[in-house]
């Protein structure tokens, strides 16, 4: 009978570690679960906010574009330069506030405070001040003295903090097109994914010697880099400034029922057909253009889910927006875990074209109106820059602090860095022998993925 119960206490105990453990480990998931929560409601908040903003931006440098024709008829050549400035600081100026924008409202959702993410804007903040400023051949100013005053809207807007960081910036002074700046690389190396080598850099994997290899990272193109200087680089409307007679440039029958005037009474105007006026127009050859001439890979990678009907076929500008959580773990030895969240949102409208049909809002010759009246999230893999992750502080420390020395002195196999000890796996030729001679045998049960570019992990078809 003693014995019996002594059993059953060792037993109840038993139960008793059993229940415990279990308990923690719901506590962990339930912790882990909300964690998560928080991030992705935080993420989708901010991106949508600034989306929204983004299409008040638009409407009202399209409303100005109208008021400029106007002024343009009545011969005011004043008012249409005042316009102009007032459009351009719209535009290179008012997207950095959606810093803030982002941040209120992924603040209300519970997301952490980002450190890193406001040092990698303080540090732009800085670059812009050194190398941007004084060196108008390469960045020219819309204005003088608008990059200084740029570098402090950024200061300004950082400086509370940063909850929703800007992912999807097109930093004027980054490298670009290169593999080294693609963050898929890493992730097929880390995975062995030797497909994703046929599909985005064949031969490479035979043709690889050493680090001495690769070409220097290249950056923007002197054209694309002006065209872009009318854009601030944080959350960029992606327009283009014209000059050139409007009559050529929006086309007469566009400005016919822009302003309902008849032919006679535009061509007799001189603004109207003066080529150094300014206008704003969408940038046709960057975002704002359909979607499968920017994905050209074709019907089998495009992103959307279902059917894009033709008045939206345009990719336009959004934000993209990148949130983070630390979480406390009961289970395992890691102190604490991080959830990440990076959303997409876009702004929405469409015009009525020359047969009063719907249509893209580009369809007047890429001429901006106000044409935005809706706002959504969408998959960040439809999106343009949806690779960027300029919110990321690994990466962006990775591909500014690590990619010039590695470039200089190759792999360092001790640094903390996951993408730098990606590269020193790289340089294993055993490795890259073994995805050679596996793609060699197995080439054709490679599958393209839907996305495209992808490369984000699990957060890539989030919505
Ligand atoms: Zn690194």
Known sequence: ???????????????????????????????????????????????????????????????????????????????????????????????VDCIGIGNEAAKKNGC????????????????????????????????????????????????????????????????????????????????????????????????????????????????????????????????????GSAVHLIGLDAIRRITGKTTAEIMSAPLMTNTTQRWFFYDTSGYWRKWR??????????PAMGRVKPEYDVRGCAAVCRTSLKFATVVDDSPQREAVWSAAAKPFGTVRNEHEALDVVTAI???VTAAFTDVRLVPLDTVGGNDLATADPDWMEHVKHHLPVYLRSGPDPFSPCWYCARLAEWENQSLREDGDRWLRLNAQQCVRPSGGMGGRGGSAHGH
């Open 1 to 95: 009978m003693k014995a019996n119960r002594g059993q059953v206490a060792v037993y109840l105990a038993l139960v008793l570690v059993a229940i415990a453990v279990l308990m923690l480990m719901n506590v962990g998931t339930f912790l882990g679960v909300r964690a998560r929560n928080h991030t992705m409601n935080s993420g989708d908040a901010a991106a949508l906010a600034v989306a929204r903003r983004q299409g008040q931006l638009i409407n009202r440098i399209g409303q100005l574009n109208e008021d400029h024709l106007h002024a343009a008829l009545e011969g005011d050549s004043n008012r249409c330069e005042k316009i102009v400035s007032l459009q351009l600081r719209l535009s290179f100026l008012e997207p």
């Open 112 to 243: 952490d405070r980002s450190d890193r993410m406001k040092k990698i804007l303080s540090d732009h903040a800085r670059d812009v001040r050194m190398h941007y400023v004084g060196n108008p051949d390469a960045f020219p100013e819309p204005w003088p003295g608008a990059w200084e005053e740029y570098a402090r809207r950024i200061e300004v807007a950082i400086s509370d903090g940063m909850w929703a960081g800007p992912d999807n910036i097109e930093f004027l002074d980054a490298a670009t097109g290169h593999l080294l700046l693609n963050r898929g690389f890493y992730q097929a190396i880390a995975g062995r994914n030797w497909c994703w080598f046929r599909f985005n850099a064949p031969g490479v994997l035979g043709s690889y010697s050493s680090f001495g290899d690769w070409a220097p990272l290249p950056s923007a193109d002197e054209e694309t880099r002006r065209r872009r200087c009318v854009n601030s680089e944080i959350y960029s409307l992606s327009l283009d400034l014209r000059t």
């Open 293 to 302: 001439e920017i994905d050209p890979s074709g019907e089998t990678s495009f």
């Open 365 to 367: 010759n890429g001429f």
